[in-house]
């Protein structure tokens, strides 16, 4: 990128305004994730794309599409437990976490791999294409998915679908707060 080289070339503090995530992430050594004339978030991109503050920073400052579901929390023993359509999950309990209510999952579409073998099936509804492989929507069990393919699919087209389940995030349904980023 020619504004890349020409910071490297001639080192000065450069302000840069942009709307498009993968521009900051490219240019900023570090980024201010802004919405509403608020500031919501300062740190490196690597950073705060691991760590949003909040589920708006995370949609915003994701590869792709995030999938979003509402679900009841729960503390039982050492860990919190929810449960998005069939699937049950649970994470140690930390201490800040609630020990129940309500809570939004997300998880970034890049988690949800399109094809190969699997128990869950998608039916595909959408095919967003992209030059690396194309952004894939469909249904599983009555809930609405996006998941990552790196080769062709169909509308139409039944697919397995892999869920890295590890990489989901929880957001307060109220504050939008996050609760719970994964590690790495």
Same mark, same amino acid.
């Given at each position: 990128?020619?504004?890349?080289?020409?910071?490297?070339?001639?080192?000065?503090?450069?302000?840069?305004?942009?709307? +498009?995530?993968? #521009? =900051?992430?490219?240019?900023?050594?570090?980024?201010? /994730?802004?919405? $509403? &004339?608020?500031?919501?978030?300062?740190?490196?991109?690597?950073?705060?794309?691991?760590?949003?503050?909040?589920?708006?920073?995370?949609?915003?400052?994701?590869?792709?599409?995030?999938?979003?579901?509402?679900?009841?929390?729960?503390?039982?023993?050492?860990?919190?437990?929810?449960?998005?359509?069939?699937?049950?999950?649970?994470?140690?309990?930390?201490?800040?976490?609630? +020990?129940?209510? #309500? =809570?939004?999952?997300?998880?970034?579409?890049?988690? /949800?791999?399109? $094809? &190969?073998?699997?128990?869950?099936?998608?039916?595909?509804?959408?095919?967003?294409?992209?030059?690396?492989?194309?952004?894939?929507?469909?249904?599983?069990?009555?809930?609405?998915?996006?998941?990552?393919?790196?080769?062709?699919?169909?509308?139409?087209?039944?697919?397995?679908?892999?869920?890295?389940?590890?990489?989901?995030?929880?957001?307060?349904?109220?504050?939008?707060?996050?609760?719970?980023?994964?590690?790495?």
């Amino acid at each position: 990128c020619k504004l890349r080289q020409w910071h490297k070339d001639h080192p000065a503090t450069v302000i840069s305004v942009t709307h +498009d995530p993968r #521009e =900051a992430w490219a240019l900023g050594d570090r980024v201010a /994730v802004m919405s $509403g &004339g608020r500031v919501l978030q300062v740190g490196p991109p690597g950073e705060i794309h691991r760590k949003p503050s909040i589920g708006f920073v995370a949609k915003f400052f994701a590869q792709g599409p995030m999938n979003y579901f509402s679900v009841q929390l729960r503390k039982e023993g050492n860990s919190l437990q929810w449960r998005a359509g069939r699937w049950p999950h649970a994470i140690p309990h930390q201490n800040g976490m609630p +020990d129940k209510g #309500e =809570a939004v999952l997300g998880l970034r579409a890049e988690h /949800v791999r399109i $094809g &190969g073998p699997s128990e869950l099936t998608m039916h595909v509804t959408l095919v967003e294409p992209t030059p690396q492989g194309c952004w894939v929507s469909g249904d599983i069990d009555g809930l609405p998915w996006t998941g990552w393919a790196e080769r062709t699919v169909s509308v139409g087209q039944k697919v397995g679908i892999m869920i890295d389940w590890t990489k989901a995030y929880l957001f307060d349904a109220e504050s939008d707060q996050t609760l719970y980023a994964p590690a790495g």
